[in-house]
């Protein structure tokens, strides 16, 4: 008799990790709508620093409603260095470069991102490179071009700016990457909160551009900072690091691809930009690409379905979940 109890729970944990994940996705795209309002307003280190501070109030106010402890030694390591990278370093530098840019030239450079992941994850964690993942990025990164192209001309782009922009890419990656290991030792929330008050330590230079800042911004533009600080970072970072957890860098990092289409989708309804031809193909081309990637052969999953000592996921998809 065929038992079926364990291929059913670990496709509902599967549901459960893409749920958080597309959560994610779009909470980050919304992100890029609101720095845009913010950003008139508040210098880069400020908006960091404020969105940070906003994102550990909730992020802490989380963990004392949970009993959340403090995440255990082995963990810290992978806790401080994304806390310096991701949640410090990246939201400085990307904040700067995109003042720096044109948006179309910022989305294609940060773009760079989940190929980094991938061969960071690869080399460091073991990461499995199977077909689908690659051709599923390369769509997406197809995809991400057409976007950057349809949208650039809006404005200069320097050196400067595009090195900023690259630099967080690496961040990001180099972050990503860093947060796997500590996600086997330590919870989702655990992981986001503390890495999210290591960056907030690391922001605090800009703590006196940021009350000045507070002072002479208009009230939607302080409101867009609080907006960043408990959805795109507390939240969003939260239900990543629950998906990151259940899969591998390499495949989440892939799944980010979906973030410039949904962009578009949000500039046009809430902004009012209206794409060109070549902005939506671009943004269906990132979807297409991330369906590619996410999916599994069919022949894995039914195998899975006839052997209940299989589980549909990879080792590397199941190493966070013990302990």
């Known amino acids: 008799m065929m038992n079926t109890t364990f291929p059913a729970s670990a496709r509902r944990a599967d549901l459960l990790a893409a749920g958080a994940a597309t959560v994610t996705v779009v909470l980050w795209a919304s992100a890029f709508v609101s720095i845009r309002s913010a950003g008139a307003a508040y210098s880069p ?40 990278l991701w949640f410090g370093f990246y939201m400085v530098v990307l904040n700067w470069g995109e003042q720096q840019v044109d948006a179309g030239t910022a989305a294609l450079v940060v773009n760079i991102g989940p190929i980094l992941i991938a061969l960071l994850g690869s080399r460091l964690l073991g990461d499995a490179m199977p077909p689908r993942l690659l051709a599923g990025m390369a769509v997406s990164f197809a995809g991400a071009v057409a976007v950057g192209l349809s949208m650039s001309g809006e404005g200069g782009s320097s050196v400067l700016g595009v090195v900023l922009c690259l630099l967080a890419a690496v961040g990001y990656a180099a972050g990503v990457v860093a947060q796997k290991p500590a996600l086997g030792r330590a919870s989702a929330l655990q992981v986001t909160t503390f890495g999210c008050l290591v960056g907030t330590m690391a922001c605090l230079p800009f703590a006196g551009q940021l009350v000045h800042d507070v002072a002479h911004a208009p009230a939607n533009a302080t409101l867009n900072v609080l907006y960043l600080g408990v959805f795109p970072t507390a939240l969003a970072f939260t239900t990543w690091a629950y998906a990151l957890a259940r899969t591998t860098a390499s495949r989440m990092g892939a799944t980010t691809y979906a973030v410039p289409a949904l962009v578009v989708a949000m500039s046009w309804v809430f902004l009012d930009e209206v794409p060109a031809l070549l902005t ?17 052969p069919r022949s894995k999953a039914f195998r899975a379905a006839g052997n209940p000592t299989t589980s549909p996921y990879t080792p590397a998809d199941n190493q966070a979940t013990r302990g």
Do not use: K, Y
Not at 62 to 82: D, K, T
């Open 280 to 296: 939506l193909a671009g943004g269906a081309l990132c979807l297409a690409g991330v369906a590619v990637s996410r999916s599994r």
């Open 45 to 84: 280190g400020a908006l960091a620093l404020g969105r940070l501070l906003a994102g550990s109030v909730a992020l802490s106010a989380l963990c004392l409603v949970r009993r959340e402890g403090w995440p255990r030694r082995a963990a810290w390591r992978g806790i401080a260095i994304s806390g310096l």
